[in-house]
């Protein structure tokens, strides 16, 4: 059965507007742990545009579930992740000027770097992931990394302007996720999932985890944390193993 890890970084986007203490996406986390959700993400942006540094450490100490970090690829955040220690550490591309994470990781040639790059955390027991598109070459290089994960880019499919593009892209996601798996490859979906979308893919086996962070968060505005957390969590629960 697959699980929910909730991104609280959108709590932290509302409080770094004014620069102060509230809302506090730590205590977003623990509401979200008591609806059901099975993990808490954050993305650490080296412009620390959200989340902050103390946010990290404050999750790792006080999570009942686990805390899976997103990271860009740079000796800082490995750094912080050696300290930290988080559940799971995911490797992202990161542009400063970006509104949010607008593609996978390219791979491609960077396999030894990157094999490299995650040695050290995968020493320290993190379970390591890679944020690719579902291309063939991209979900190749990963295996060829070596990490148990990859997080399968569904921005692309959420974003599709019509019937027929989505359905294209949800192929190359099925695709995808096949691939992976014939590959010994762990798969995790994330980007652009809400409400209505996720539904494309409740009869597809094999997915470990949804990350979802937007979706959630806005719904929370009108309805609380709780509640969105727990509608998302009985969606999922519905779905076919
Ligand atoms: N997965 C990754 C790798 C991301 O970068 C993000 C956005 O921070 C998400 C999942 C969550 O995307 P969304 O906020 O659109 O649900």
């Not at 593609?103 to 990157?114: A, I, K, P, W």
């Not at 599709?160 to 010994?184: C, H, R, S, Y």
């Not at 990350?211 to 957390?229: D, N, T």
Request: with cysteine; hydrophobic share 40%.
């Amino acid at each position: 059965m697959p699980v929910l890890v909730v991104n609280v970084d959108h709590i932290a986007t509302l409080r770094q507007a004014r620069l102060g203490k509230e809302p506090d996406p730590v205590t977003g986390a623990h509401l979200a742990e008591l609806a059901g959700a099975q993990g808490i993400i954050v993305h650490l942006r080296e412009d620390r545009r959200h989340i902050q540094d103390k946010d990290v450490e404050l999750l790792k100490t006080t999570l009942k579930t686990n805390l899976h970090l997103e990271m860009a690829a740079t000796e800082e955040m490995q750094k912080i992740a050696l300290h930290t220690l988080p559940h799971m550490v995911c490797l992202v591309p990161e542009k400063r000027q970006e509104l949010t994470t607008e593609g996978g990781l390219n791979c491609l040639g960077r396999e030894q770097e990157l094999k490299e790059f995650l040695a050290p955390l995968k020493k320290k027991g993190i379970k390591t992931s890679l944020f690719i598109d579902a291309e063939k070459e991209q979900i190749e290089a990963a295996a060829q990394i070596g990490t148990e994960y990859i997080e399968i880019h569904t921005g692309h499919f959420a974003d599709a302007q019509n019937t027929d593009d989505q359905q294209k892209e949800f192929q190359k996601i099925v695709t995808g996720i096949e691939f992976a798996q014939e590959l010994k490859l762990k798969v995790n979906l994330g980007h652009g999932l809400n409400y209505h979308n996720i539904l494309a893919f409740a009869r597809i086996p094999g997915i470990s985890e949804y990350s979802i962070g937007h979706s959630i968060i806005s719904r929370a505005v009108f309805v609380g944390i709780f509640q969105a957390v727990k509608q998302m969590v009985d969606i999922i629960a519905g779905f076919t193993p």
